[in-house]
């Protein structure tokens, strides 16, 4: 199946931004909603920010006011602004993809991509 790959990931210190893209081995053209997630050592993983494919999005709310997803195109599919990093946004960070590739539904993920925030 498709393959996605996050990446801008990395080291950055507290404050600093960082914006995260995902990246589809083919291009994904019945793309139904799309997520960034991200989980830390001996934590869930949880939701960071999801949009649909009419763009509408929702954000947890200690994410709202310092993340924003948007959409891309066919082969970069979904983007992620993080500004104003802390220490516990720390974590490997995850795209998601629901869509309808050759008939079939598939809930697409990355392998991550790891932002540490530390000064």
């Known amino acids: 199946q498709v393959q996605l790959v996050e990446s801008g990931g990395g080291l950055v210190q507290p404050g600093g931004s960082l914006r995260l893209s995902c990246t589809a081995s083919?291009?994904?053209?019945?793309?139904?909603?799309m997520g960034w997630y991200r989980q830390a050592p001996g934590k869930e993983r949880e939701l960071v920010a999801g949009i649909t494919d009419d763009g509408r999005t929702n954000y947890p709310d200690s994410m709202k006011e310092r993340f924003t997803i948007s959409r891309g195109s066919a082969t970069n599919p979904v983007y992620l602004q993080m500004n104003n990093l802390q220490p516990e946004d720390t974590a490997v960070y995850y795209c998601?993809?629901?869509?309808?590739?050759?008939?079939?539904?598939?809930?697409?993920w990355g392998q991550g991509t790891l932002v540490t925030v530390s000064s």
């Open positions: 998601n993809i629901a869509a309808v590739i050759g008939g079939r539904f598939f809930r697409l």
């Open positions: 083919s291009p994904i053209l019945s793309i139904r909603s």
